[in-house]
């Protein structure tokens, strides 16, 4: 949809309560990185929300080559939108509503400059890992922004969430993997992390790339005897963490492994995916 054809309604429930969902992907020479992971988590997200998903994965596809030729944008980070138009308190007036029972919205933006070492405040509460919708990535992310936004003021990149039980679940915008004897852990989904596309990448790619990765319960404890701590998300990658709260964290040879395995799978990717279609001509989008 490009941006000067965009109306809001106040009918539109999704856009009005955060009744939606979100992706971000990487744009690595004009293909959407792991493509098919994040349109999966999509799809399971949506089927949780009840937000009607029919056609609108080919739409996506098609509109994300369009909106890469028509903003330049061969190298960037894009972000799909998925807003549930109908539903909730208020019913719309006969006529009011639009026909289209969600709404697709494709942005792109340029990569962001992340610091080669990133500075984390631990959160107590910060995740209720026995919520149902705990694991969804939904459009109500205001509670992330508010905890960041104090978090930057104060000095630091993210903000590490601890969940009810005091176990280490994922910051607001990443997950996160510990270093310990030459292995890597990163928390179970059941401690509260989002099911991350770069941590399931990784998860997979581990075998062959000679890193010994686990799913496992970590608690400030854990981060206090780590080796190593980074944080990976589609926009960092991998950034290694330099010190939580009030402690420093030490360097070690894993994060650039890590980093290095997951360029691997990036260009392994590049190589199975050809371009999309470019269109020569075109509005820029939104």
Known sequence: MAGAGLRLSPWQAGLLTGWGLFSTLRIYQGVPFAWEDHWARLAADAAQLHVDTVGLREQA???????????????????IYLIRNHGGLLAPPAGGAGSRPTDLLLVTLPLRAWRPRAALRLQPHGRHAQAPLVRTKTLTWSHNLVLVEAANAAGFDDVLLLNERGEVAECTSANV???????????????????????KVLLEAAPRHGLAIAEAVLREADLRAADEIFITSTTREVQPVERVD?????????ASRAAMALRAEVARYLAAHTPPLRPETGQVHA
């Open 246 to 254: 009030g402690w420093s964290v030490p360097q070690g040879p894993l």
């Open 177 to 199: 993997f510990v270093a310990r004897a030459g292995r890597l852990f990163t928390p179970p989904l059941d401690s509260g992390a989002l099911p991350g596309v770069s941590r």
């Open 61 to 79: 596809e098609r509109g994300l080559a369009e909106l890469v030729a028509a903003n330049a944008a061969p190298e960037a980070v894009a972000r």
